[in-house]
Every structure is written in C-alpha cells, then in structure tokens.
C-alpha cells in the first residue's frame, strides 16, 4: 500500500496562474481532506470530501475549488493563483469521516507550492 | 468554538533527557485529542490519541500524553528522548462540522535533540 500519494511534490507558479493538485489513496477510505501549513499558523482544513460525490468548505477556501474524482482522488484547484497561497498543500483521508471521531486521519507527504 | 494552544514554539532537549510538550485546547464538548509527529520534509503520523478511557495514552515510539480535563491540557511525555525523535510535533482537537469529523490543528511544537 502506497497510503496516500501527492503530486507533484514541488511546484512554481506565477500571479494569475491556475493548477491542480493530485492527490490520490488505495486505503479505500471514503473521507478526503485538503489542508495548507503556514509557519505558526499549524494546519488549516481547505475543503474537505466526507464521501463519495460530496465536498464541504473548511476553515480557508477562499481562492480554491476542488473535485473527488471517484473514492481514490481529491483534487485540489487554484484557478488563480497568488502569492498568499505560497504554502504547503497536504493531502489526508480517513475511514469514513461521519461522525467517527475517533478515526485517524492519513496524511500524505505535502506538496510544497510557490507563488511569485 | 474549538481551538488548540501549543505555548512552546521551539524546545531544545538533549538526547537521554526527558522531554514534555504542552498542548491545552478548547472545546465545549468531550474533546477528542491527538499528537501527530512530521518530521523534516514529510507528512504527518499520529503518535497518539485520546478519546475516552484511561487518561493515560500510550502511542508509538515510547511517547505518551496525559489527558486532564481540569486543565484542558493533554501534554506528550517521553522519558529519554533520541536524536531522531527532532522533529515538529502538533496537538489537535477532533470536532464534528457538517458532515464529517475534522481536525483542528495547535500551531506545532519544534524539538531539537542535542547529542
């Protein structure tokens, strides 16, 4: 089992440019999260997919869309990107995230991104 | 509203040594607690969690927490720490929003071993 698996691992981009980060898990989790870590801020939830087919704002969506894919992937889309979103971009699932609070969430190794 | 403090941002222990790092949170339920350990460059593993049961908590590589409700504290202890155990360790409080439980992260505790 690869766990759960970003890309790419780095990325530069400019003001105003659009990408997407992959993220993918073959944990058959049904729960996927997207999180940003900035210096003494820790890690703030972006969006977060309970299941299948469904996806919720977090505690900093602004600037971001996302998609799941299918129960294996949760992309993560910055139409535009700007320097605040100079960060690294993690990556997490869990077994089923509704509801289960004692469930462990699986983070992948973070894709580090730089707006310029 | 919930929230985790973690008032050290950098602590320096050497190796053999024991180490405590404090994490207090804020939540108006019967919170559900974790430590997470990322070391350099990686990802995020749980060393710990808390939610119910005996207060104390024993995770992998030889640390554990002690929950206290009275002070909302839920600190990481390990009695001798090793040079690989330098790495940024986060406290964070399990909480339900709308559809799913979610994690609200401390801002991180760095540890650096001496030899």
């Known amino acids: 089992n690869a766990g759960v698996t970003q890309t790419p691992k780095f990325q530069v981009l400019k003001t105003g440019q659009s990408m997407t980060l992959q993220c993918a898990q073959d944990m058959n989790h049904n729960s996927m999260y997207w999180y940003r870590q900035d210096p003494g801020m820790g890690l703030r939830l972006i969006y977060y997919s309970a299941s299948e087919g469904t996806t919720d704002k977090g505690e900093v969506p602004n600037g971001y869309n996302v998609s799941r894919l299918n129960k294996r992937e949760f992309s993560l889309r910055l139409e535009s990107a700007a320097p605040s979103q100079t960060s690294v971009y993690f990556c997490?699932?869990?077994?089923?995230?509704?509801?289960?609070?004692?469930?462990?969430?699986?983070f992948g190794p973070g894709t580090r991104l730089l707006v310029l | 509203a919930q929230s985790v403090t973690q008032p050290d941002i950098h602590i320096t222990v050497s190796e053999g040594a024991s180490l405590e790092l404090r994490c207090n949170y804020s939540y108006g339920a019967t919170p559900y607690l974790f430590w997470y350990v990322q070391s350099p460059g990686q990802g995020l593993q749980l060393l710990l969690k808390?939610?119910?049961?005996?207060?104390l908590v024993q995770g992998i590589k030889g640390f554990e927490a002690e929950f206290k409700r009275s002070q909302s504290s839920f600190n990481l202890r390990k009695p001798s720490v090793h040079w690989s155990d330098a790495a940024e360790y986060f406290c964070a409080v399990g909480a339900y929003q709308t559809g799913a439980n979610n994690l609200f992260f401390g801002t991180g505790t760095r540890l650096t071993v001496i030899p």
């Open positions: 997490a699932s869990s077994v089923t995230g509704t509801g289960a609070f004692q469930e462990t969430q699986y």
């Open positions: 808390y939610f119910s049961g005996d207060t």
